[in-house]
T-cell receptor
Framework: SQKIEQNSEALNIQEGKTATLTCNYT??????LQWYRQDPGRGPVFLLL?????KEKRKERLKVTFDTTLKQSLFHITASQPADSATYLC???????????FGRGTSLIVHP | GAVVSQHPSRVICKSGTSVKIECRSL??????MFWYRQFPKQSLMLMAT?????????EQGVEKDKFLINHASLTLSTLTVTSAHPEDSSFYIC???????????FGPGTRLLVL
């Protein structure tokens, strides 16, 4: 069965640094991959989508890469701010069926 | 962007009672909606896919007789937790896909506490 892995431990970084989160997957060939942000007690909020034929996607301070050979996506937040502290989830989709499959999520803590 | 609402946002009930949670797409139609459950510090676990006008599709291990799903219109899906028990206490979230089904719009979630 398909499996998605995200850094299980919280990522602690200093304000201004670049945060890099990882999403690895196996037994799946997604047509696209998405990243969401979830704050405590709230539903996830969509951030970025990257398709299988795209290597990189940017949106303001966010950058996502997608390596279908490595079966990995990296999510970068540059010039991080304490307000970026949240849990970030990756979701795989497409690839023949549309059953959204989430990773466990990685908690990011940006210290001032 | 598209908005999905959930009601109620919080509910506390006694063990053995049933609780209904509503999920509405406010400015778009959704023939499909997804219901998730999230325990503390865990990821979202897909419970079922709600299909307008037909039966819901449940994920393995989810009891369809306990978690009743009704998708009676293009903007409303309901999840009823029947005969709730303390172990059903969780955060329940619904989502609806965009037109091209490439983005999920999530509701704000419903916190259920069963005493």
């Amino acid at each position: 069965s398909q499996k998605i892995e995200q850094n299980s431990e919280a990522l602690n970084i200093q304000e201004g640094k670049t945060a890099t989160l990882t999403c690895n997957y196996t037994n799946y060939s997604p047509a696209y991959l998405q990243w969401y942000r979830q704050d405590p007690g709230r539903g996830p909020v969509f951030l970025l989508l990257i398709r299988e034929n795209e290597k990189e996607k940017r949106k303001e301070r966010l950058k996502v890469t997608f390596d279908t050979t490595l079966k990995q996506s990296l999510f970068h937040i540059t010039a991080s701010q304490p307000a970026d502290s949240a849990t970030y989830l990756c979701l795989l989709g497409g690839g023949g069926s549309y059953i959204p499959t989430f990773g466990r999520g990685t908690s990011l803590i940006v210290h001032p | 962007g598209a908005v999905v609402s959930q009601h109620p946002s919080r509910v506390i009930c006694k063990s053995g009672t049933s609780v209904k949670i509503e999920c509405r797409s406010l400015d778009f139609q959704a023939t499909t909606m997804f219901w998730y459950r999230q325990f503390p510090k865990q990821s979202l676990m897909l419970m079922a896919t709600s299909n307008e006008g037909s039966k819901a599709t449940y994920e393995q291990g989810v009891e369809k007789d306990k978690f009743l799903i009704n998708h009676a219109s293009l903007t409303l899906s309901t999840l009823t937790v029947t005969s709730a028990h303390p172990e059903d206490s969780s955060f329940y979230i619904c989502s609806a896909p965009s037109d091209r089904q490439e983005t999920q719009y999530f509701g704000p979630g419903t916190r259920l506490l069963v005493l």
